[in-house]
């Protein structure tokens, strides 16, 4: 069953007026039924504090780049949120981050993937934007160029977090009986030799996409991966079209989901592509990806996404998607469930 929650328009006025930020903090199997009160508020108050600092920023006159990158940072050192200290462990027991930002107003691009001891990996992003001639770096590269340009670095131990632990003990029972379900030669069966994780340990990414009072956009997005990953595993993300972008001319996403699907339909950039050469909506192309795309092909998720008139969606196919947003009157709104 798909879902479409969060889709709105704001009316066209002059720059200044309408201004606007939108966060997501991962989409997946989040229930209600599935949440204690203390926990639910505790996320809500998490997605507010971002909206807040980011808000801060573009009522001052600041620019979208410096609010999603303040947004973000909030939710990478929240630990609640899958993306730097919340990140979750490798099927080696390690945290590797990927993060990624976009200037809309130069089409300028940073990021980084596969990283262990940057503190807030969307920093990195934006040095690497900023600060360099590349768009991706990765690994220990990554950090000796981040620890160059006077990012904090930590020792891997900071991201550690009983909670994402445990749950990588409990995917990795789950992954070993899969195993061995999945061996013999019994009809239907695949035989493969293990699974990445369970299906609902895909999701959880940060992102943050802004229209500022000048009319830029910006995009930021920034995840630990997926739960008992393997083989230096790199999702959407990091990688520009895919799971993060931003035009000035069009619009500014930021996804979060199965990123392989991600990758393959190029999600971000194809809503950019359809707006620009087909003419459609902010509305119609996120829910031609989100509703139509990515699940026919067997995927599922979501996104945020604000365009040049200040139009935001935020929809996505799953039980539920941590989100919020923020317009030029400061009333902060923030949802969790489909309804």
Known sequence: MLFNMGL??????????KYVLVIHGGAGTILKSQMSPEKEKAYREGLTQALEKGYAILKSGGSALDAVTAAVTVL????LFNAGKGAVFTHEGKNEMDAAIMDGSKQAAGSVAGVTVIRNPILAA?????????????????EAFAA????????PSYFYTEERWKSLQRVKTEDSLKT????????????????????????????????DKSGNLAAATSTGGMTNKRYGRVGDAPIIGAGTYANNATCAVSCTGWGEYFIRLVVAKSISDQMEYGHRSLDEATRDLIMTKVPALGGDGGLIAVDREGNYAM?????GMYRGVVKADGKIEVYIYKH
């Open 315 to 319: 929809p996505f196919n799953t039980e």
């Open 126 to 142: 934006r040095a690497v934007m900023e600060k360099s001639n590349h768009v991706m770096m990765t690994g220990k590269g990554a």
């Open 180 to 211: 061995e379900l999945d061996h013999g030669n019994k009809p239907g069966n695949k035989g493969t030799a293990f699974q990445f994780e369970n299906k609902d340990s895909k999701f959880g990414t940060v992102g943050a996409v802004a229209l």
């Open 8 to 17: 709105a328009q704001q009316k066209p006025g002059t720059a200044g007026e």
């Open 148 to 155: 160059s340009q006077g990012i904090a670095i930590v020792d």
């Open 76 to 79: 990478e050192d929240n630990p």
